[in-house]
């Protein structure tokens, strides 16, 4: 069976962010899909990575040696999250410092070079939510999530299928627009599920 890990960092479980996890979690179970289903927050993960995880130091925090070992295990790997200041919220950005490290993720080589990624083959999916215009997002802030995911996340561990999706304006968006929105979230969710399984 096919396996994936749906992330989710939002502290207010009646976000829209909690509806898109429902929903991802509900579409990849219908198509035969596994999920490893983590709430970040609720989960209470520590997002401080500590001096003794440095470089390929192994982890003694049962947290992260769950996270790490179903990243490998799973086919794609969906992050759902808020644009906090153009990053992701805090303890999401822990996770990716403690869990997207080496040996897993990826192998250092030469301090002059790139990485040797190893996630190769799995697909990598970003939903996220922001209340700033899409044009203003795009011109003006240059749409720095897209190049943290698609390039220093994704690209540098190997993962060449990404997509990433902004839903907003969500401050004041009504029922029949998150409606749509996660419909969407549904048939992006099952495209890939049919390209990639």
């Not at 991802?24 to 596994?34: C, P, T, Y």
């Not at 289903?37 to 001096?51: I, T």
């Not at 490290?101 to 697909?123: C, F, N």
Request: glycine residues 8%.
């Amino acid at each position: 069976m096919k396996a994936a890990s749906v992330i989710l960092a939002h502290p207010y479980e009646k976000s829209f962010n909690h509806a898109i996890y429902h929903k991802s979690i509900a579409v990849l179970e219908k198509n035969g899909v596994h999920v490893y289903a983590h709430d970040l927050y609720e989960e209470n993960f520590d997002p401080v990575m500590p001096k003794e995880e440095l470089g390929r130091q192994e982890t003694k925090d049962i947290l992260v040696k769950k996270y790490t070992e179903e990243m490998c295990e799973s086919d794609i790997l969906v992050f759902i999250h808020p644009n906090w200041w153009g990053q992701p919220p805090a303890i999401l950005k822990g996770y990716i410092d403690r869990v997207f490290r080496p040996p897993y993720a990826y192998d250092e080589t030469d301090p002059a070079e790139a990485g040797i990624g190893k996630l190769q083959g799995k697909i990598g999916i970003v939903f996220n939510t922001g209340n700033t215009d899409k044009e203003r997002e795009q011109k003006y802030f240059q749409d720095p999530l897209e190049n943290e995911w698609v390039r220093c996340v994704f690209g540098f561990c190997g993962i060449t299928q990404t997509y990433r999706k902004l839903f907003g304006i969500v401050a004041g968006s009504s029922d029949a627009q998150r409606a749509q929105w996660l419909q969407e979230v549904g048939t992006i969710l099952e495209t890939y599920i049919k390209r990639g399984l």
